[in-house]
């Protein structure tokens, strides 16, 4: 109760705040005749190492602290390597997230394993709802955010720069050694999806090295009516001018045959020749106001995606020891079998509790009604994407594995992990305890001692009861008791067994 009257009172204050001033672009454009660097890549130069890919889901501080308790479980599992050991967190290549889940997804991108340790303290702890609150109820808050074009969202990105950020910047983050990260908001006109990547910062010609970390992951969590929208300027038309499109834009959009082939890169090639306001373009896109990534992929998986099988692919290397690393793609390692062990793990902080909206004979009002359009939708949309990610695991799964797939990837192997709560188990009264409280926690800012201790223990229980989490440890030979052998090879077959 107390939870949604905080949500109720959060939203009644904040539309207030609704028409405050002018707009505020939180973007700086391109210097003319320049693009991005894309200074990290994937290392897929040790074939005895896992690849790990991550997708963090919304969900407020709830799935912050979930994706928090999981990377602090894999730090835990370590393996020897080159005469020394090596832990599974420092195996992950790619993170995607939105929302909630883009929280702790950046700050493990800057900070690496060593940062889990005062995430905790530094925003996990504090009562971050009852401070934004405060901030939104104080008149001086009023007239700062009107003297300087600001908006109620800047409150969310001030407090992460606070307790996490401190004004740091993509630059900080696009730097060797780094995970790949993708932070995803949706495009409030388009309901496009936009990663804040390198390669989508070259379609709207702006700066991605300036883009602050803390306004694009208030950017991936801009729940509607709630929050308001981030909002950024497109360049392309004012500093990028007769810049020549990439030719994968040309040849999707001109190929007679394109849009039947494959839709969805149809699609991704339109809405970048949009942005970049290229010959043809069906929208003209001068403004972007970017709202909750949840809104179009509450799993995030669609940065897993393009991370593979897109144009946005980020590079791998293969050859760290080149004098020159010559630079590939995920795809292509996958395809020469440089890659023997690949890990996807979808961490979904969805909470499913119960209400009475279906129980009763009167209409739901206005408040209720602002209840379903922040939450189902999240929630409903990722469907499909989920689909196409269960799609491609399969394809290779099919493909891996001795004489029976292709001879390229011959002896590879695929783990997919989910970690939600619905797979806790009824039939367990612990699990059943936990699945219960874990779906009655709050989508809020704030995470009570009491609900984070039931976060971390499911967080235990689903990754080591996963049998494809219990296979990647078995066939990395990391000891663990509650590995069982005949369970997890039932329950993740491999096309090689």
Known sequence: ???????????????????CASTRFVNQPLVQGQSNPERRAVDVSHPERPLILVAVSGGGSRAAALGWAVLRALRDFRYPAAGQTRSLIDDIGVLSSVSGGSVIAAHFALNGPQGLDRFEQDFLVPDNTRELVLQAANPLTWLRLATRGSSRIDLVSELFDRQLFSQKTFAELNQPGKPYLILNAT???????????????????ADFDQQPISVSVAASAAVPVIFSPVAMQNYSATHCIGATPPQWIRSRLNGKFAP????????????????????????????????????????AI?????????????????????PVPPRGTMLQALNTGQIKKLAVIVINARADPDNTISRTATRPGILGMIGSVTTIPLESTTASVSAQMDTLLSELNSAGGGGAGDPQFAGMRVYGIQIDFDLLRASEPRQRDLREKANAIPTLWTITRENLDVIRESATVL???????????????????????????????????
Not at 9 to 14: C, D, K, N, V
Not at 469 to 475: A, I, K, T, W, Y
Request: with cysteine; proline share 4%; charged share 20%.
């Open 187 to 205: 495009d409030m006109a388009t309901g496009e999806i936009f990663a804040f990547t390198p390669g989508r910062f070259n379609d709207i010609c």
């Open 1 to 19: 109760m107390f939870g949604r009257l905080m949500r109720l009172g959060w939203i009644a204050i904040l539309v207030a705040l609704a028409g």
């Open 463 to 497: 990754l080591q009861q996963h049998p494809c989490f219990q296979r990647l440890l078995g066939d990395m030979n990391i000891a663990a008791k509650f590995v069982d052998r005949s369970y997890a090879t039932t329950g993740c077959p491999q096309t090689a067994d």
């Open 260 to 299: 039947y082939i494959n839709l969805s890169q149809f699609k991704l090639a339109r809405y970048a020749n949009d942005l970049r306001h290229g010959e043809g373009s069906l929208r003209k896109i001068d403004y972007l106001y970017l709202l909750d990534g949840g809104l179009a992929d509450n799993l």
């Open 302 to 322: 669609h940065g897993l995606l393009e991370t593979m099988v897109s144009p946005y692919a980020a590079p791998a290397i293969v050859d760290f020891n080149a």
